[in-house]
DNA sequence: ATTGTTGCAAAGTGTTTGCACAAAC
DNA sequence: GTTTGTGCAAACACTTTGCAACAAT
């Protein structure tokens, strides 16, 4: 049952349920870039969703993109990831596969990678501080194997 | 020994230090951005510091800002933190006050915290993954007391 | 006198907005 | 037919760069 290569994978099919629930219609921009995002195991920058989509001939409009992903943060469905290269990137929220980010300060490669004891000390902090914590982002800079 | 308000602190004197060591010249400019940064224990953006200096009289160029600011975070006793508000925040660099931030999602403000379970997971990472780890950043978004 | 430093304005980059047209309902 | 979705171009915000004037050595 959690055959990675569906069809349609649980992500893209909970995201175009969500979609509608909400009251969205249904758009070929926002079908092709939730297509896109769903074969995705890490983030992509808008750019790179636009090159990618134009790529495989369904071409969508840069401010549709943006306004495609904003919407699909909003639903929780998309996290906006900042890994300070002055750009955000997206990805698709899959419940159980929550990760982090290790970026190249060099080649700007992202890889990513998870961590049960960072998670652990994040909920406990989430627990003990006067701020009602949504999410969390931790980024490791440095230099990847083949930079370094 | 360890006060907090000297004339100029540790920071700004071995700032000054490592710049002169690093043959640069000593310019109004950038005296009055290390002397700012030095009274800061969080993060300013190059905004806040344009208007900070303004207001005291001190005004410096915002292309000269940003051309400091480089210079001290490539010296390494300032850190660019990007904490995911499509602008970059800089804070001096203290050995001893490491610290991290939550970001209010409504209001914008930035609050510093530590965590030693947080450091030591981070640590342990490093030593586990195929990657020169040299930094991390860690920002925890939700809502601050006051928005919440 | 030489060379680093500074400020201004212009250019750049990623993102957002205004608006007209097409598509979904 | 009404309302939402989309694409284009223009506007935006933050940052960087080019260049001439200035200051430190």
Chains 1, 2 share one sequence.
């Not at 349609?8 to 758009?27: I, V, Y």
């Not at 495989?56 to 900042?82: N, T």
Request: proline share 1%; charged share 30%.
């Amino acid at each position: 049952m959690a055959k990675a290569k569906e069809r349609e994978s649980q992500w893209a099919a909970s995201t175009n349920e969500r979609l509608a629930q909400a009251g969205f219609r249904r758009g070929g921009a926002r079908a092709a870039v939730v297509s896109l995002l769903d074969e995705q195991s890490c983030a992509l920058s808008a750019y790179e969703i636009e090159g990618l989509l134009a790529a495989r001939e369904r071409a969508v409009g840069r401010a549709s993109i943006y306004r495609i992903l904003e919407q699909l943060d909003e639903l929780g469905v998309v996290s906006k990831v900042e890994l300070g290269q002055a750009q955000a990137r997206y990805e698709p929220v899959r419940p159980d596969h929550h990760h982090h980010h290790l970026v190249c300060d060099k080649c700007g490669a992202v890889i990513a990678f998870d961590d049960e004891a960072l998670e652990r000390a994040v909920h406990s902090i989430s627990k003990r501080v006067d701020f009602a914590v949504e999410g969390h982002e931790i980024v490791l800079h440095g230099f990847c194997a083949e930079c370094r």
